[in-house]
């Protein structure tokens, strides 16, 4: 079974840093691009970024650009994202997503995690 | 990047069709033929409906159709169910090498 799953997500006090996972299993993690999507509590969806499968290439939304790094380790099947300078406005449920294209890149999410939450407050 | 433009709400009774506009500019929608379509259910997470504009993944109904003119791209759904009461989000890929989402629109089935 194709499955994504999240961890990492807690309570933390502005300005604080923390560091989010998400296990890969059902498919050839390397081969693929994975992303990281956020949903603030009864918001909308907002990209947040991007890694290819080799991790040479990583792309961020302004909003997050210069705080928060995605990484991932192949050998573990794993995705990260190392989040700093935490604000309230970073409060949100922080899904992965799988890149649904092997040689191009877009960013259409064919899996999907069931989300990690993560509260910024004081 | 700026949101994707929807419309917040849609409705359509059981059969019949709606359809939801997605418009951004030529440095996203318009500039690619990389827009795609998710379904969220509360409590869920999003599914993958349309990729690359007007295609279906393995699994997704026929009743769900995408399609483009310029900077609009639109989801149709014919035989409206109620289980398709959801709310649909629009994806593009930018010029930036970033994704942009659209606000999101509540569909009810009445």
């Known amino acids: 079974e194709v499955q994504l799953v999240e961890s990492g997500g807690v309570v933390v006090q502005p300005g604080g840093s923390l560091r989010l996972s998400c296990a890969a299993s059902?498919?050839?993690?390397?081969?693929?691009?994975m992303h990281w999507v956020r949903q603030a509590p009864g918001k909308g969806l907002e990209w947040v970024s991007l890694?290819?499968?080799?991790?040479?290439?990583?792309y961020y939304a302004d909003s997050v650009k210069g705080r928060f790094t995605i990484s991932r380790d192949n050998s573990k099947n794993s995705l990260y994202l190392q989040m700093n300078s935490l604000r309230a406005e970073d409060t949100a449920l922080y899904y992965c997503?799988?890149?649904?294209?092997?040689?191009?890149?877009?960013?259409?999410?064919?899996?999907w995690g069931q989300g990690t939450m993560v509260t910024v407050s004081s | 990047q700026s949101a994707l433009t929807q419309p917040a709400s849609v409705s359509g009774s059981p059969g019949q069709s709606i359809t939801i506009s997605c418009t951004g500019t030529?440095?996203?929608?318009?500039?690619?033929?990389?827009v795609s379509w998710y379904q969220q259910h509360p409590g869920k997470a999003p599914k993958l409906m349309i990729y690359?504009?007007?295609n279906r993944p393995s699994g997704v109904s026929n009743r769900f159709s995408g399609s483009k003119s310029g900077n609009t791209a639109s989801l149709t759904i014919s035989g409206l169910q109620a289980e398709d009461e959801a709310d649909y989000y629009c994806?593009?890929?930018?010029?930036?090498?970033?994704?942009?989402f659209g606000g999101g629109t509540k569909l009810t089935v009445l």
């Open positions: 994806s593009s890929y930018t010029s930036s090498s970033k994704g942009v």
């Open positions: 997503a799988k890149e649904r294209g092997v040689v191009v890149i877009t960013y259409a999410f064919d899996i």
């Open positions: 030529s440095s996203d929608v318009g500039g690619y033929n990389y």
């Open positions: 059902g498919f050839t993690f390397d081969d693929y691009a």
């Open positions: 690359d504009v007007s």
């Open positions: 890694i290819s499968w080799d991790g040479g290439s990583t």
